[in-house]
């Protein structure tokens, strides 16, 4: 008699990443719900000040206040659908570009142009609010109305994090890269670090893999790898390992020493996802920054090559479903758990 063998896990099949209705069903039952990383709220430091975006096709904008807090609107018009821009004069304004409504920056209708006052209830018809939360310089917002208490996960996200003082990191630049995969595709890749001895050679000379550790939380998991400190890219420290979260749904922080990282993976269509990249860093010198953001691109664009490639064969009638390591791709069930349970 043969020695039964405990079965790995099957991945998520293949047409949760080709099929839209289940993309449908993650905007609503999961991105629609959940509290969203914007960005970091140093880009909008003075009030009046706005910060225009668009997550999963919702168009929003962020403003700075007179008492210095932040409120978040849908940037549209309350008139037939407008857009804002910002006009900054004596006292700020939100104007629409279509027939110049004005609104103040708390939200109020101001001057409701082509029609009487007489004709409407101003307050009737202020912009639409968001949830807003400010949490260690960054912008979050949950589109519920009674959205889930912060604090659920990021009271325990914070815990982990607090060695690490993120408050004293300095945000320094943005950038955008578009990806043709399915926006779990690139979080599936992120939670194993399986691949990297592969896909990455240079961060394999740099990370010592058999170091490599997944730590399992309710809604976030956190992966860490000892760094080389002769070969890093990094400031040294005492501490040389870096630290990969992922919170629920889409937000990364990357922290390797001197240098703090944020990504949001934002689906565009069921075979497409945006990923934003925010850097701060601590103290280091311009010359260390420009060193960390090109190592940065060069493991992106390892990771962008094989997630473009997963896609392509997902969308095959070749594959149907994969089978997951449970000493390596311990997050990548996680995620996938999460992600069923999520929409059930
Ligand atoms: S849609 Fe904004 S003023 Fe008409
Ligand atoms: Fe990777």
Redesign the pocket.
Known sequence: MGVSKNKPTNSLSADWYTDDKFLKKEINQIFLKSWLLIGPEAQISNPGDCLFQSIVDQPIVCVRQEDNSIKTFFNI??????SFENKKSKNNYLV??????TYSINGQLKS???FNKSEITSEDLCLKYINTKIWKGLIFINFCDKPTSFGTTFNDVGRVLAPYKLENFVFEKKVSYRIKSNWKVYLDNFLEGLHIPIVHPRLNDVMDYRSYNTKLYKNFSVQSGKLDESKSPYAQSSNNVAYYFTIYPNILFNIAPGRFQTNIIEPLDVKECVVHFDYFFDSVCEKEILRDINFSDEIQKEDILICEGVQKNLSSIGFEKGIISDKYEIGVKHFQDYIRKSTS
């Open positions: 018009c309350r008139h037939r659908a407008g629409c570009k279509y027939h110049g409504w409701p142009r082509g």
